[in-house]
């Protein structure tokens, strides 16, 4: 059974996807603009056409374009879906959004059982390391990831490892304050390995649960910054056996094709488990992480969907293409 | 920044570099590979297709003419296509204003902080005039702590009242300035979305009661396809005077730079080229489009070119070239046409590949044509039609008239006889151009 079936199935029957209303409304909330924008486009584009034909492929391509699927993803995605049709005889644009919707999880899940869940290390503390380009929210995410982590009533550590930017260490620490979780500091400038020890030695003679680690924002193309990132990472992994157990790379969701230079770079001097996106509230549509998934293999574990510190959410594929085609079902 | 395109596109003209004109055919793949070089440097879907619409007309509309090979011809339509998606010229910030207020906005983790310092740097060493930084962002953690530090490591005060409205912050500020003397007010604002309708509004307060005279929109170069959605939120409700670039020194390809102009008329202004607080460029779209060009100064050369030659006289000149009845006055005037570009060696130069093909270091005397000018000019007009007729008597006489040597003459007529051969092979079509 294709997914779009499955998905019908669980709306038209109410069987929700999701835990409880609250969180429907949180991701039918934080996507309405998205999907306003990219389910009204597909939903006119069935309209307009009669049957499908080369204008309707080469709108198509348009749409998927302007969601920023990567540019490679969608030349493939649309040679698939032409064959497709031709072979599955179908000229009915109607019938053609549910291949649409098919392709597009096809792509994500690459027949593979798709590991969302954090892992946890089970004896000692859990390492989280956080990482990204400059600006993409890392400090942010980090301060709702403590929050949901404080609230399932685990001991939580912050640590400041950003020692670049101005500013950086305070605004974690304001954070870490406000939530009620210890930030471990050091001063601006400092070596991040440095802090890295402090806070990991601090983290197993206290028995923390999770250790959440901030890095400075750097562009992947400057090998200095990536040679210490590439410090940190061994740092860590010298002083807890398995650490980091989880890297999530940051991507925002207006990022466009440089999110796959992103993703290459990262993972060449670190092991990312995951991605977080992050601002996914504004109108942009994160599209980039289907052609990440595509070309480099790392899903998507976390997504934020608003500037409160509940809005940040397990990413839950069934729920983000619910998101954005509730509507075409 | 921007290398990935340029790579791009070099494969794309060394395609169109074999043909000896520009047909429907040909150009079908060059345009593709143009199309996708857009796509994947993020720049607006519409913009692409109108662009290479644009291009693919003019390049098909070009008679082949100018002596241009067709494919400086493509590359100067590309330049004036990207110039004009990028505006042609450097539009500078307002300066005659005492105080001059500048406010920042964007959306969340574009840069603004950082680029508020690198701006204040770059007004207090370009017009030698005194900055305030103004704290408006009374939201994200810590932000104010950030503009302070910048402040004081660039030795530029700021302004800030914690997390007092923005409205009494800014008027507050303006005071101070004017008790200090000083005459460049910079807001930093807090990052916001543009769809986020209170903080949308706060912004407005604060045109309406200071009216800054630019407001600058902070942008991410990284931006995809969201980019037009950005910008039209912050214009529609600020009128923004212009946009600055930030993370420019990424490997971002910045397409967003051909999507901002283009689709809302608001000029680029700075890019940000650095982590350091010297790293703020002015937008120079000239160099912008060399750069996403990257093929030496073929577009000086073809400008040159294009500025010296005689339109009509190439015309003419290529027309007799088909019909095979080319003489020496139009070889002389060939010579006197490139005699007007100036240092042969200095055009060399220009072509891309010059110094691959070892071109960069050709010596050409410009007193060799004032030899050849000579010694045509001492010839009848018959003989300059008809260069035939010219047997021994005649060069000696010509030989004479000029003060050159007989041997001098027999190799300007060698000379003319074997392009006379080139140009028949080249209007014949079995004339391969070599670059």
């Not at chain 2, 500078?92 to 964007?106: A, D, F, R, S």
């Not at chain 2, 390809?253 to 680029?268: C, F, Q, S, W, Y």
Request: hydrophobic share 40%; charged share 30%.
């Amino acid at each position: 059974m294709g997914f779009f079936d499955k998905l019908k199935r669980i709306v038209n029957k109410d069987k929700d996807v999701f835990e409880n209303k609250d969180e429907k409304e949180l991701y039918n909330k934080g996507f309405e603009k998205t999907r306003r924008e990219l389910s009204d486009k597909l939903n006119n584009l069935s309209k307009k056409y009669k049957k499908i034909n080369q204008d309707y492929f080469e709108e198509l391509e348009e749409i998927l374009i302007m969601a920023d699927i990567g540019v490679n993803t969608v030349m493939g995605f649309m040679e698939r879906l032409v064959d497709r049709a031709k072979k599955e005889k179908i000229s009915d644009p109607e019938m053609l959004k549910e291949l649409i919707v098919d392709e597009l999880f096809i792509i994500y899940v690459n027949d593979e059982i798709l590991v969302d869940k954090v892992k946890y290390n089970e004896n000692g503390p859990t390492v989280i390391l956080f990482v990204g380009v400059n600006g993409v929210g890392k400090t942010t995410t980090i301060a709702k990831m403590a929050k949901r982590e404080k609230d399932s009533g685990k001991k939580v550590m912050l640590v400041a490892g950003d020692t670049f930017r101005a500013g950086a260490i305070e605004q974690l620490t304001m954070w870490g304050d406000k939530i009620g979780v210890k930030t471990i500091s050091t001063k601006e400038n400092a070596d991040p390995s440095s802090v890295m020890y402090k806070a990991l030695e601090e983290a197993k003679k206290d028995n923390y649960d999770v250790v959440l680690i901030d890095t400075a924002g750097r562009l992947q193309n400057k090998v200095n910054l990536m040679n210490e990132l590439d410090k940190v990472n061994r740092v860590i992994g010298k002083l807890i056996e398995g650490a980091p157990h989880e890297t999530l790379l940051v991507i925002d969701a207006t990022t466009g094709q440089n999110g796959i230079s992103q993703a290459k770079q990262f993972k060449e001097i670190t092991n990312i488990t995951g991605i977080a996106l992050t601002k996914l509230d504004g109108t942009a549509k994160g599209g980039i992480v289907l052609a990440i998934k595509e070309e480099v293999n790392i899903p998507v574990k976390f997504i934020g969907l608003g500037e409160k510190m509940e809005d940040l959410r397990v990413f839950d594929i069934e729920k983000y293409i619910y998101g954005l085609f509730s509507e075409l079902l | 920044m921007f290398e990935n395109l340029s790579d791009r596109l070099d494969n794309v003209m060394h395609k169109i570099k074999g043909y000896g004109i520009i047909t429907e055919d040909n150009i079908s793949d060059v345009m593709r590979e143009v199309r996708l070089a857009l796509l994947e440097a993020d720049v607006n879907y519409q913009v692409v297709k109108e662009f290479t619409n644009n291009v693919k007309e003019k390049a098909l509309g070009e008679e082949v003419r100018k002596s241009l090979k067709p494919s400086e011809m493509f590359l100067k339509i590309l330049k004036d296509e990207l110039l004009s998606l990028l505006g042609e010229d450097k539009v500078e910030i307002v300066t005659n204003k005492k105080p001059t207020i500048l406010m920042l906005v964007g959306l969340q983790g574009s840069g603004k902080t950082t680029t508020i310092g690198k701006l204040g740097n770059l007004i207090r060493k370009k017009y030698n005039k005194k900055p305030l930084f103004v704290a408006c962002d009374i939201y994200r953690p810590a932000a104010i702590e950030q503009l302070k530090t910048i402040g004081k490591s660039l030795n530029i005060p700021v302004y800030e009242e914690g997390n007092n409205n923005p409205n009494d912050i800014v008027r507050n500020a303006l005071n101070y300035a004017k008790e200090n003397n000083l005459d460049y007010i910079l807001i930093d604002t807090a990052g916001r979305l543009h769809v986020d309708k209170s903080l949308m509004d706060e912004l407005v307060c604060l045109n309406d009661e200071f009216k800054p005279d630019e407001i600058l929109l902070v942008l991410d170069s990284m931006i995809g396809q969201d980019a037009i959605n950005v910008i039209n939120g912050f214009n529609d409700k600020l009128a923004l005077t212009g946009t600055i670039l930030t993370k420019m020194d990424g490997d971002t390809k910045g397409g967003v730079a051909l999507t901002a102009r283009h689709l809302t008329n608001v000029p680029i202004k700075f890019i940000g080229t650095s982590e350091k607080l010297d790293g703020l460029e002015e937008f120079d779209p000239n160099r912008m489009v060399n750069r996403i060009l990257g093929m030496g100064d073929i577009l000086g050369l073809v400008e040159k070119v294009e500025s010296v030659i005689d339109e009509q006289e190439a015309e003419n000149t290529y027309k007799k070239m088909k019909k095979g009845n080319f003489d020496l006055e139009d070889f002389l005037a060939q010579f006197k046409q490139i005699k007007k570009l100036g240092s042969l060696e200095g055009l060399l130069k220009m072509i891309p590949g010059a110094k691959k093909m070892g071109l960069n270091k050709v010596n050409i005397d410009p007193k060799d044509i004032a030899r050849i000018e000579a010694i045509i000019l001492s010839m009848t007009p018959e003989e300059r039609k008809k260069p035939e007729i010219i047997k021994a008597s005649r060069k000696i006489r010509i030989a004479k008239g000029s003060g050159r040597s007989v041997q001098e003459v027999n190799k300007l007529l060698t000379q003319f006889e074997e392009s006379k051969k080139m140009m028949k092979m080249f209007s014949n079509g079995s004339f391969k151009l070599p670059f």
